[in-house]
């Protein structure tokens, strides 16, 4: 149900309240003698406020990750231009956070200069963590690793024929030592690519499919991002 449906259904439910009335069309029709409470569209309409839900969220940011050329700290209003902080939406739900990412690919440029799908994992920790102060322990992002994306999980020091081409290995290595990032590698890509544990980044776990897996965490309640 959108914000607009809830919205509607709200107001309806207040109306019928306010309105229900015996067959007589005489007194209300509550439990006791004390009428029911007449509904306050404004009040309501108030709730739903697009500005006062921003302003509530406005609360939540509690740092800029920007800095200048010189790594001097600077504010959103610097960075972007006056007024820039007023505009800017910021998370409303900062606890219990839990995302999925489908990393199904190595390179994120045709140059493959930077990895698939770990910058923005890093964008979304930097944006959870110094930009809200949110606490590791309140966030959890999962990624899934399978299909294009498999030699991102091989340890260039450990053995397997392909292990020189993940030049991302220090990249994995740093999310995999995060306590509130959890890797998985599918066993089906990994049948495919003749891939054992012992030639992985330590810490990097197991699915049993990368699909199903990425599905069985949406159904308990982790939120679904394909970079």
């Known amino acids: 149900m959108n914000i607009d449906t809830f919205r509607t259904f709200v107001l309806l439910a207040a109306v019928l309240l306010a309105s229900c009335v015996d067959p007589a069309g005489k007194t209300p029709v509550t439990s006791n003698t004390t009428p029911p409470p007449t509904a306050d569209a404004s009040a309501i309409e108030e709730l739903f406020n697009p500005a006062a839900i921003n302003e509530l969220n406005s609360k939540n940011c509690v740092a800029s990750p920007w800095a200048d050329a010189a790594g001097n700290p600077i504010s959103v209003d610097q960075k972007f231009g006056d007024g820039s902080a007023a505009v800017t939406r910021c998370l409303a739900k900062t606890e219990e956070i ?103 980044i330590a810490g990097i776990g197991f699915v049993t499919s990368g699909v199903s897996a990425i599905a069985d965490f949406q159904e308990v309640g982790y939120q679904y991002i394909q970079p």
């Not at 920790?125 to 992002?141: F, M, N, P, Q, R």
């Not at 991102?152 to 397997?160: E, I, N, R, S, Y």
């Open 98 to 200: 839990k995302v999925v990412y489908q990393v199904n690919a190595f390179c994120d440029d045709a140059a493959c200069t930077k990895p698939y799908a770990l910058g923005n994992v890093l964008n979304h920790i930097t944006d959870l963590e110094v930009t809200h102060g949110i606490a590791a322990k309140d966030y959890e992002i999962v990624l899934v690793i399978h299909a294009g994306g498999w030699n991102l999980v091989l340890d260039p020091a450990k053995g397997h024929p392909d292990a020189a081409t993940n030049v991302f290995a220090a990249k994995v290595a740093d999310l995999v030592k995060r306590p509130s990032v959890k890797i998985y590698f599918c066993q089906n890509t990994a049948n495919s690519h003749k891939v054992t544990l012992d030639q992985m």
